[in-house]
């Protein structure tokens, strides 16, 4: 009975701290070095004033996000305030 009671009572804090480890994960598109240095790239091109150039590279960092950049953005944009 008592190995029971130790066992449950070292599983438990596991347990309770599952959910918030996972809620603290980035997702993966966020962690994939190719994205961010297709980002980076954009960034930079769009600061170069080469918008061709750079928009092609945001649609390849979307693409290589499995199109979750995008809808991050329109979620964003229907969030913002009117008139911004």
């Not at 008592?2 to 809620?23: D, E, F, G, N």
């Not at 004033?49 to 199109?67: E, P």
Request: net charge positive.
């Amino acid at each position: 009975m008592r190995r029971q009671i130790l066992s449950a009572s070292l599983c438990l804090p596991s347990l309770i701290c599952l959910p918030v480890a996972k809620a603290q994960q980035t997702p993966t598109f966020q962690s994939d070095p190719k994205f961010v240095s297709t980002v980076a790239e954009a960034k930079k091109l769009a600061a170069q004033r080469m918008y061709d150039f750079a928009i092609d590279h945001y649609k390849k960092a979307n693409k290589i996000s499995g199109k979750k950049l995008v809808a991050k953005a329109k979620a964003a944009r229907e969030s913002a305030p009117a008139g911004n």
